[in-house]
């Protein structure tokens, strides 16, 4: 067992801090925000042309068929600079689904995330469903000829208002899950978009009689549920890399304010309510890191993966949402502006916290381990 | 990054397992299981003595002195695997305290007279530094050592000199120049605790129990080579001792076997008619808490290995001190709560030690749980309370 980072995993770091700190200011990423995309294409090129959107990737596909370790590795350093550019959804969760499916299409869908020319997110939760796990599904693919007819609505579709691939999830003609690689310009399908508290957007997606064509249908059954429940996780894993970026910028942040900030006639940092606090924040900074740790250690092994995923999820986004609240405290009013990075964190961790699962949905998913032996 | 443990410790793993099945007798798991404070005093002294003889007593020390020269991960392993098979807690003061200061400070007479009997648990040691005016403010310390002669005079009195009744040696911090400033003005000193002048008086603590003492040191009259080192070295001496072992202060280990305790009381104990262990919102409880533990042993894990941080190794150090703590007596609060009011029974040292729960009214579960809840409350303020270390992050860490 070794912490320490290999030459590779060491100049993906390098590059993406790097990055983030010439290239990723708050000023620019509130207008890009607020455009047409909500996002910077100019980005998401630099981003391809780094390799970050291949990273996790098949290589027969154009990927470079790294691990979790280093997903984290790069989103930690992402979310130091708050990048919004869905790299997650795209080239992680619809990424992971595609190479699950090993199909020509889907490879050469692979192929263009790679190269940084194909958005695409998931499009599975419907109404009345509070993620991906427990979602009704009432959305139908119904066989028409050699493709499918698509009918239903999605919601809460992260990333897919602009997106050119949905990867949609329907019920098949005896029950079963089907998931559809549907171009976002079908005949049919139409969208309600709106933005969401951490700047991101998302879309309701209706398919109205949606006609794709047989091999739009990537994956079914058991084997479609096994590739969500792997790219799901594979995406907590890339949350989990990014709640750690924003719970040590955020303490950076804070600690360089309180020895700059006076009040009562002396720096902030000399008061001891406020050293204790930071104290404590490094605390469970320290024990998400460990967690993180503990779950990618764990994430190859099929029978321990989801457990671990989830108790990732549970402590990490806990702790985050924690940091990040005290980061806003202990500045004051002004970590409560939208000018003001700490207050953004705090966004993108209850983001985090409410995605894939919440941490109670999460918390029942690991509590078999209490009847496992520790050894 | 290399996240996985190498396969080689599964090995050591299944040779310490193999061994402390075939050594520890059922009574002595049982007496070591029920967790009273101080822990049977003859079981840890065979346990001490039977390490010796395997050569395991001391893993952490160098192998010049008696050490395995394992690994920190064996080391850590091999902690594991004790507590885990129910085998008698060691008595820390010589073989984790004062043992490496005098490896490392000492001098060959020195290190030639104390090591061996401490390996070989022929002498028992107690930790003089604290005393009635100088408890978190250690360096405030106030015992004083005049040289008169060849012979250093010692008077004032030391508190919470964990364990001393049970102790025949004592280290002591005194002062030995008051005149400089108070760091450099401090030296140990290493004497029976049979020299005149020297009273111990245990007192009881909240658990019901003696492993607590105050040392009145009225007079005592020791050699100049009593003293450890240089003159004014006491302090550093101090600070090497409680910083040697960056992990031990999370006890991981016995964390692990908490969960391990809460889970046999909730399968046996009821709640409307049915194991507790089924109600949702105690599996809730307990899963939280199980997510805490193992973090914080992956959090051991990476300072063990000296992770790459942001953050110097001695915050790291106080982070597990602080979880740590602050886990056990969240552990012991949760047993305490699935005991239920039967929680209330008190149970000394010699009635735990000699419950085995054949009364179906009382099993074994009841007895222990209650006293390590009350001793546990003392566990976030000794080796540097949870206050201090909070201070010491916020230094260290953040330069605040």
């Given at each position: 067992m070794d912490f320490a980072l290999n030459d590779e995993q060491r100049m993906l770091v390098d590059a993406a801090a790097r990055y983030v700190r010439d290239n990723c200011d708050l000023e620019q990423r509130r207008q890009t925000s607020r455009g047409d995309d909500g996002f910077s294409r100019e980005h998401w090129r630099n981003f391809a042309n780094l390799g970050w959107l291949a990273l996790t990737l098949p290589e027969r596909a154009g990927g470079l068929d790294w691990g979790v370790v280093e997903l984290a590795l790069l989103t930690e350093q992402l979310a130091r600079g708050l990048v919004i550019e869905p790299v997650v959804d795209t080239s992680v969760l619809c990424g992971s689904l595609l190479a699950s499916a090993t199909s020509p299409h889907a490879d050469s869908l692979l192929a263009r995330i790679a190269g940084g020319e194909l958005f695409a997110a998931l499009a599975h939760i419907e109404g009345g469903g509070r993620?991906?796990?427990d979602t009704p599904l009432a959305t139908t693919a119904t066989a028409a000829g050699d493709g499918w007819r698509l009918e239903g609505t999605k919601h809460l579709v992260f990333g897919g208002h602009n997106a050119g691939l949905l990867v949609v999830g329907a019920r098949l003609e005896g029950g079963e899950l089907g998931l559809f690689a549907v171009a976002a310009d079908s005949a049919g399908l139409s969208r309600?978009?709106?933005?969401?508290?951490?700047?991101?957007?998302?879309a309701d997606v209706r398919l109205d009689g949606v006609s794709v064509p047989g091999d739009a249908l990537l994956l079914r059954g058991q084997a479609a549920r096994d590739a969500l429940a792997l790219a799901i996780d594979k995406s907590i894993i890339a949350g989990c890399g990014s709640a750690l970026g924003a719970m040590e910028t955020v303490m950076a942040m804070t600690a360089d304010y309180l020895k700059t900030r006076v009040q009562y006639g002396k720096p902030l940092a000399q008061f001891q309510a406020l050293q204790h606090r930071m104290a404590e924040m490094l605390v469970e900074t320290e024990q998400a890191r460990a967690m993180l740790c503990r779950a990618l250690s764990l994430f190859d092994d099929p029978a321990q993966r989801p457990a671990a995923v989830s108790a990732a999820k549970v402590l990490i986004s806990k702790a985050a949402r924690w940091v990040t609240a005290q980061g806003i405290q202990l500045h004051g009013g002004i970590a409560t502006t939208e000018e003001y990075a700490v207050g953004h964190h705090y966004k993108a961790m209850l983001a985090f916290e409410q995605r894939f699962g919440d941490s109670d949905w999460h918390l029942a998913r690991c509590d078999t381990l209490i009847d496992r032996s520790p050894h | 990054m290399n996240l996985k443990l190498d396969p080689q410790l599964d090995d050591f793993r299944a040779e310490v397992r193999a061994f402390?099945?075939?050594?520890?007798?059922?009574?002595?798991?049982?007496?070591?299981?029920?967790?009273?404070?101080?822990?049977n005093e003859d079981d840890?002294?065979?346990?001490?003595?039977?390490?010796?003889?395997?050569?395991?007593?001391?893993?952490?020390?160098p192998e010049a002195y008696g050490g395995t020269g394992w690994s920190p991960i064996q080391r850590h392993i091999f902690e594991m695997e004790c507590r885990a098979a129910g085998a008698p807690e060691l008595r820390w003061q010589g073989l984790r305290l004062i043992g490496p200061v005098i490896y490392t400070f000492g001098t060959p007479e020195q290190k030639a007279r104390y090591l061996?009997?401490?390996?070989?648990?022929e002498e028992f040691w107690g930790q003089g530094f604290s005393e009635p005016q100088a408890g978190s403010d250690l360096v405030s310390l106030r015992t004083s050592a005049v040289l008169d002669g060849d012979e250093y005079v010692i008077n004032g009195q030391k508190l919470w000199t964990s364990e001393c009744n049970f102790s025949n040696m004592g280290f002591f911090l005194c002062r030995t120049d008051p005149a400089v400033k108070p760091q450099a003005g401090i030296s140990m000193f290493l004497f029976p605790l049979d020299t005149p002048g020297v009273t111990v008086r245990a007192f009881e603590t909240i658990n019901g129990d003696y492993a607590n003492c105050e040392v009145f040191l009225d007079n005592v009259r020791v050699p100049k080579s009593a003293m450890l080192g240089a003159p004014g070295s006491g302090w550093d001496q101090a600070k090497f001792l409680l910083g040697n072992e960056?992990?031990?202060?999370?006890?991981?280990?016995?964390?692990?076997?908490?969960?391990?305790?809460?889970?046999?009381?909730?399968?046996?104990?009821?709640?409307?008619?049915?194991?507790?262990?089924?109600?949702?919102?105690?599996?809730?409880q307990l899963t939280q808490l199980h997510l805490e533990v193992e973090a914080l042993d992956w959090a051991v894990l990476r300072v063990l290995l000296e992770a790459p941080s942001n953050f110097p190794v001695a915050a790291c150090a106080s982070v597990l001190k602080v979880r740590g703590?602050?886990?056990?007596?969240?552990?012991?609060?949760?047993?305490?709560?699935?005991l239920g009011p039967r929680g209330l029974r008190l149970y000394t040292c010699a009635e735990g030690f000699a419950h085995t729960g054949d009364d179906p009214l009382w099993p074994l579960h009841t007895a222990g749980v209650t006293a390590d809840l009350l001793y546990l409350r003392a566990c976030t303020i000794f080796g540097g309370a949870m206050e201090v270390q909070k201070n010491i992050i916020a230094k260290v860490a953040f330069g605040l």
């Open positions: 993620c991906e796990f309600t978009n709106y933005r969401l508290i951490d700047g991101s957007r998302a | 402390l099945r075939e050594t520890l007798a059922e009574d002595v798991i049982r007496r070591s299981r029920i967790g009273m404070h101080p822990p840890r002294r065979w346990w001490n003595r039977t390490l010796y003889k395997k050569g395991w007593v001391a893993p952490a020390w061996p009997p401490i390996l070989k648990c960056r992990t031990s202060s999370a006890d991981i280990e016995k964390a692990h076997a908490d969960l391990m305790r809460i889970r046999t009381i909730a399968a046996t104990e009821l709640k409307d008619g049915r194991p507790l262990l089924e109600d949702k919102g105690f599996r809730h703590s602050t886990l056990q007596q969240k552990l012991s609060e949760l047993a305490f709560s699935a």
